[in-house]
């Protein structure tokens, strides 16, 4: 994989891969391997240009798919990524967070959605330990979501602060300081405080 | 002795070095005469067509060949043509090729080079470059059959003949049904394996070609295998266009066909077309002919086929299939699969329950997710959230039936023999 600069971007539900494959071909970018969905494995394509690794990925536990382009240069991972964004819908990881910083809250729906959403935009991140500049926003969200009425926004909230606390410090916090206040989530935040105490 | 007009073009053509054997004008005979086995199943109508499309077809040349790996069989094209018709060529990839797969071809070199392509056949291609992809359903697997291959003493399993009955299908009977089919090459290999792992060709040193150690060798070495948590395949690369064609069990019991293949040559495509316009078919033009070989002998159903046990929201057991072929055809496509969650709204307990053993066997947490949001028992509520609380396990089921003979059927990521289970 070629290594320096990368970026990621999450695709929308209507995103078509054909139009990413058709992309890829017109730009010249090779295909270098293919990933078939399993359980537990990935359905992906990778393509290589010169100096750029460009990873098409099914996170099919989340709903979500993403594109990540790696590359030597910081100003062709820029290009590539432009490419993708203008050739197919995405969505900004800005747009996630308006939906959990909503008020009132948003749908349950769209909640959960947008958790996953943020899970799958920085799993990259997760996979390589790569820590992120600090975002208040992500914060608030998770402040917001532990409040929701929805006892399975919580559920989807605990996976998310799961999967990002180690590169998002500071995330945990506020579900954390919500032990023991009782709701109908009560259970599912006890039980991650136990979690995380066990890793402590 | 055949006593026809020579078409105008024949003595330029078959001057020319093409691989190709043209017969003496004086030696043209009946193509009904030179109707080979493929080995593949076909239903009637397709039969039927290709009786009428041999009449009045003349057999004029053979070649070039191909080679069947493992077996040595050397497969010829062959060359037809119709008096009535004489300034078009049909051409069969292979003399088993029924006439509905046979291609028209302009008489001239570059026509012959269209049909055939350069090289032929096609070389061998890694996952990667088989960019063409397609999957059907064919039928649930206690319902899906193959031809029993009859077990003759110091036969070649490749020369075996079929019987008359159908028997079901497993990993056994496909195994013994793929040998006598000349469409592919004899011996499949399992989801645990990737990319095709036999040899292009066998030396005797290291892979014993005998026709004794065709059963033995692709278990002892492996290739057999299923890997947990991929949907149980058996996969076959295909004699001319090299695609891989598999066999698929997806949620036990959910049968399909899948194809990953380099699209056909242009002059290819009008054979597919004719198919689906005069019988109805839905094979994508660009699919090779050596796949749809195999896939005319079952069912092939795409989504829009399955659209109408979608219909009736009332018909909850129709809904339900439904939802679980559906599921199968998307699968490795997470765009279409989000459709599912349309379905996660539903009231009825049995659509509730298919979904969520789609949810729980593919491992689609965001489908679960959308049942609970929408489960109004509570008991059930607390059922979905254990099961996916204690993270969801590929499933070990043994969807091939297959026995090695004590030796592993299953393993997992790192090799290591998974206890799988069966239907007994």
Not at chain 1, 42 to 56: I, K, N, P, S
Not at chain 2, 59 to 67: M, N, Q, R, S
Not at chain 2, 184 to 194: H, I, M, V
Not at chain 2, 215 to 231: T, Y
Request: net charge negative; hydrophobic share 45%.
């Amino acid at each position: 994989m070629s290594g320096g600069h990368e970026g990621t971007v999450l695709l929308a539900d209507r995103a078509e891969r054909a139009v990413l494959e058709a992309l890829a071909a017109e730009r010249g970018w090779s295909r270098a391997a293919i990933s078939t969905a399993g359980f537990d494995e990935m359905e992906q394509v990778a393509w290589r240009a010169d100096g750029l690794f460009v990873l098409y990925s099914e996170l099919h536990p989340q709903g979500h798919r993403v594109v990540r382009v790696t590359g030597e240069h910081e100003a062709m991972v820029d290009e590539a990524l432009g490419v993708v964004r203008s050739a197919l819908p995405t969505v900004p990881v800005d747009a996630l967070l308006d939906v959990l910083l909503a008020v009132p809250p948003a749908d349950a729906r769209a909640a959960v959605r947008a958790l996953n959403g943020l899970r799958a935009a920085d799993v990259w991140n997760c996979a390589d330990g790569r820590p992120r500049p600090e975002d208040p926003r992500y914060r608030a969200a998770v402040e917001r979501s532990a409040r929701h009425p929805e006892r399975q926004v919580v559920r989807a909230l605990v996976y998310m602060v799961g999967d990002l606390m180690t590169i998002r410090p500071g995330i945990a916090e506020p579900l954390l300081a919500l032990r023991g206040t009782g709701g109908p989530a009560a259970d599912i935040i006890d039980d991650f405080a136990d979690f995380c105490g066990r890793r402590a | 002795m055949n006593v026809c007009t020579i078409p105008a073009w024949w003595n330029e053509l078959t001057g020319q070095r093409l691989g190709v054997v043209w017969l003496d004008p004086a030696d043209w005979e009946p193509a009904w005469q030179h109707a080979e086995e493929s080995g593949a199943m076909s239903p009637g109508r397709l039969d039927t067509d290709d009786e009428l499309l041999r009449k009045g077809r003349l057999l004029v040349g053979t070649g070039p060949e191909a080679v069947r790996r493992w077996t040595g069989q050397r497969l010829a094209a062959a060359w037809f043509l119709d008096p009535d018709e004489p300034d078009v060529l049909w051409c069969a990839l292979g003399g088993f090729y029924p006439a509905w797969l046979w291609i028209p071809v302009e008489p001239t070199a570059a026509g012959i080079g269209d049909a055939l392509g350069e090289p032929f056949p096609r070389p061998a291609a890694p996952r990667v470059e088989l960019t063409g992809f397609t999957r059907g359903f064919i039928g649930f697997r206690h319902l899906v059959t193959v031809p029993d291959v009859l077990r003759e003493d110091g036969v070649p399993p490749w020369e075996q003949a079929l019987g008359d009955d159908l028997v079901p299908m497993d990993g056994p009977s496909l195994d013994r049904y793929a040998k006598v089919v000349k469409f592919l090459d004899p011996q499949a290999w399992g989801s645990a394996r990737e990319e095709d792992p036999y040899p292009e060709h066998f030396d005797a040193e290291h892979h014993d070609p005998a026709p004794s150690r065709m059963d033995v060798v692709p278990i002892r070495d492996g290739h057999r295998l299923q890997r947990l948590g991929r949907v149980p395949s058996m996969t076959w690369r295909t004699l001319h266009s090299r695609s891989h064609l598999s066999i698929e069990i997806h949620t036990r019991e959910i049968v399909c066909a899948a194809v990953r293949y380099r699209p056909s040559p242009p002059a290819h495509r009008v054979v597919a077309r004719r198919l689906n316009e005069t019988h109805g078919e839905h094979y994508p033009e660009d699919l090779p002919l050596d796949v749809i070989g195999v896939l005319a002998g079952w069912d092939w159903n795409i989504e829009a086929d399955l659209a109408p046990s979608l219909a009736d929201p009332d018909d909850t057991e129709a809904v339900s299939v439904g939802l679980r072929c559906l599921a199968a055809l998307w699968h490795g496509d997470l765009r279409s699969t989000l459709r599912l969650r349309e379905w996660a709204t539903v009231p009825d307990p049995a659509v509730r329950a298919n979904l969520a053993v789609i949810a729980y066997l593919y491992n689609h947490q965001f489908l679960m997710q959308e049942l609970m949001l929408s489960e109004t028992d509570a008991a059930e509520l607390a059922r979905l959230e254990e099961l996916l609380d204690h993270a969801p396990s590929p499933d070990a089921f043994n969807a091939f039936r297959d026995d090695f003979g004590g030796a592993a059927v299953m393993v997992d990521d790192s090799g290591a023999p998974v206890a799988e289970w069966g239907d007994e």
